[in-house]
């Protein structure tokens, strides 16, 4: 059930430290999440220099996002999984795993094709 309390600053800021805990946990433990960070950082500029509007940059930079959101749920699901079974090996926590990883290979498939799209209308159109 939710909490009908107020949400004050005191509230705000214990979310956000968790927040940090969060991405420091996963940068810590996830060695894809790291590579997908340091990605995101060094494309980050060359993105600024690639994109011709302001809208190919959007697209850029949110679907670089988009894959660090995705490897952040896939390892929160894998963590749950791990936790649950254990070391027993079970069909349904293979699948889950599985799933999430499809997911964050799907969203560096989109990451792929947009800068893939910017680059193509910046040197070929």
Same mark, same amino acid.
């Given at each position: 059930?939710?909490?009908?309390?107020?949400?004050?600053?005191?509230?705000?800021?214990?979310?956000?430290? @968790?927040?940090?805990?969060?991405?420091?946990?996963?940068?810590?433990?996830? %060695?894809?999440?790291? *590579?997908?960070? @340091?990605?995101?950082?060094?494309?980050?500029?060359?993105? #600024?220099?690639? %994109?011709?509007?302001?809208?190919? +940059?959007?697209?850029?930079?949110?679907?670089? *996002?988009?894959?660090?959101? #995705?490897?952040?749920?896939?390892?929160?699901?894998?963590?749950?999984?791990? +936790? #649950? #079974?254990?070391?027993?090996?079970?069909?349904?926590?293979?699948?889950?795993?599985?799933?999430?990883?499809?997911?964050?290979? +799907?969203?560096?498939?989109?990451?792929? +094709?947009? @800068?893939?799209?910017?680059?193509?209308?910046?040197?070929?159109?």
């Amino acid at each position: 059930m939710a909490d009908p309390t107020f949400r004050g600053p005191k509230q705000l800021l214990k979310a956000f430290q @968790w927040t940090l805990q969060g991405f420091k946990s996963a940068y810590q433990v996830e %060695a894809s999440f790291r *590579l997908e960070v @340091w990605l995101f950082i060094v494309l980050l500029p060359v993105a #600024v220099w690639l %994109a011709q509007t302001p809208a190919q +940059l959007f697209v850029l930079v949110v679907t670089g *996002l988009l894959v660090l959101l #995705v490897e952040l749920i896939n390892s929160a699901i894998e963590a749950v999984v791990d +936790l #649950v #079974v254990g070391a027993k090996q079970h069909p349904l926590a293979g699948r889950a795993k599985d799933v999430g990883s499809a997911a964050v290979f +799907l969203a560096l498939c989109i990451y792929g +094709l947009s @800068w893939l799209l910017v680059i193509y209308q910046r040197f070929f159109v």
